[in-house]
């Protein structure tokens, strides 16, 4: 009989499957991207750009990104980036039509860019990639220190069609305690001059967990929030603990901590979750509520991202149907560095180094795990038709597990998989049970650097 001791329900967040931390170097030699991507369906191909800059460290925040950039690095890392980009467009060659059907940049905070470079950036998926940035959704991280006017301008004129800002906490005190100091008049003329823009989606991010947070402030940052009627609000647990005291503590001690932990971050989420669904917006996954009333543009989530990805800059991943690929991975800050320095001063991006296969079973672990966590769920015919089999023959013991649990939504209509609100609730602790052996001790073999 499977264990049915409730896991914990914040082990991790599964915005891609496989993690980068079970990529690894590519035996020699290196696969070319033009082999790579020779037969890959090419008419509907999503940009990723990451712009590894930030102006200050979140606390909570374990992304690939540096602080900063001395010495004209901004315009080194686009000379690199436009490189890449000519590259990449090579390799996808020309004997079937390329085109791209979502662009994104991310970080980082692209916006730690001046306009003049986001101007740079735009022309480099444009021209080098061919991406027709005004007619297809564009969506584009920002902070409330870097949304100034100019460059909130130049992505406008460019076609952004979604601005995303890390807003976190609306009450200063929670900024300062775990996220980063910032003021709330700051926070809201940079919301004030995104709505200025018009671009038709505003997506703001907010924390709970934070220390000191309570249901009152947490509500009082949401309805700061719901003021602008974002299209798009993003809800993520806090994962990075302040660890004040918690070194001298008992493992007894620390194990009840983070259980406390653990339950008031759930209290906190559904609240939130109630809230929103209380103001007029839908779940679309754990983290991710819509607007009902706003119009659809585009993926709904990054999760959702299938393959014919292309990422440029150091921290991208892009994905084939067979390999998952991106450049070194680090967390740690001095190596993050050294891999932005090595990717700016390199000429040759023809070849993967970093990577992960992804044979029929990881797909259709992908599959499943990346529909699963979604609020809508999985049609079971969708996943029978791209796999020829059934999840429930394929997955018998974790989707036993799953529904023994109260995961499954009980009500679901016939053919569709779907997960119940507390399925939902426990995403990040649900997600990595659907990982394969072979990435589990991938991930667990990543020696964090
Ligand atoms: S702005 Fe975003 S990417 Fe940069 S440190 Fe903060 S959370 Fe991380």
Not at 102 to 112: K, Y
Not at 292 to 307: E, I, K, R, S, V
Not at 428 to 433: F, M, R, W
């Amino acid at each position: 009989m499977s264990d049915l001791t409730t896991p914990r329900p914040y082990r991790s967040y599964v915005y891609a499957y496989p993690h980068k931390t079970a990529y690894r170097p590519l035996p020699d030699p290196a696969p070319s991207l033009s082999a790579l991507w020779r037969d890959e369906p090419k008419d509907a191909l999503s940009l990723y750009a990451h712009i590894p800059f930030c102006e200050v460290r979140c606390g909570f925040c374990n992304l690939f990104t540096r602080i900063g950039a001395p010495d004209e690095l901004t315009t080194r890392y686009l000379d690199a980036l436009d490189r890449q980009a000519t590259t990449v467009r090579e390799a996808l060659g020309d004997a079937a039509p390329v085109r791209f059907a979502t662009a994104a940049f991310g970080g980082g905070t692209p916006t730690f860019l001046t306009a003049d470079e986001l101007s740079r950036l735009c022309d480099i998926a444009e021209k080098r990639m061919g991406v027709d940035l005004r007619a297809v959704p564009l969506s584009v991280e920002t902070s409330p220190a870097t949304a100034t006017a100019d460059r909130l301008a130049v992505l406008s004129e460019r076609g952004a069609t979604r601005l995303s800002i890390g807003v976190q906490s609306f009450v200063e005190a929670e900024a300062r305690a775990a996220v980063r100091p910032q003021r709330r008049a700051d926070v809201e003329s940079a919301l004030g001059r995104i709505r200025d823009t018009g671009v038709p989606v505003l997506n703001i991010d907010l924390i709970y967990g934070i220390d000191g947070q309570t249901e009152r402030s947490w509500r009082s940052s949401l309805d700061a929030a719901l003021t602008w009627r974002p299209e798009e609000l993003y809800l993520y647990p806090l994962y990075v603990r302040p660890l004040t005291g918690l070194g001298r503590i008992s493992p007894a001690d620390r194990e009840r901590a983070d259980r406390e932990w653990d339950e008031r971050r759930l209290r906190l989420y559904r609240y939130g979750r109630d809230h929103l669904l209380a103001h007029g917006y839908e779940q679309v996954s754990m983290r991710m509520f819509r607007r009902t009333d706003a119009a659809p543009l585009g993926p709904d989530d990054y999760a959702c991202q299938t393959d014919g990805m292309i990422g440029l800059g150091c921290g991208a991943r892009s994905y084939t149907s067979a390999l998952h690929y991106s450049f070194d991975y680090a967390v740690d800050m001095r190596e993050i560095r050294s891999i932005i320095d090595a990717y700016t001063e390199s000429e040759d991006f023809s070849r993967v180094e970093v990577g992960r296969w992804v044979d029929a079973e990881e797909a259709r672990r992908r599959h499943l795990l990346q529909s699963l966590l979604q609020a809508e769920g999985m049609p079971v015919a969708g996943y029978e038709e791209r796999f020829g089999s059934s999840p429930f023959a394929d997955f018998p013991a974790e989707l036993a597990r799953f529904e023994a649990l109260g995961w499954l939504d009980a009500d679901a209509p016939a053919g569709l998989l779907r997960l119940s609100p507390e399925g939902l609730a426990y995403s990040d602790g649900l997600g990595p049970e659907l990982f394969s052996p072979d990435v589990r001790a991938a991930m667990a073999a990543y020696e964090p650097k």
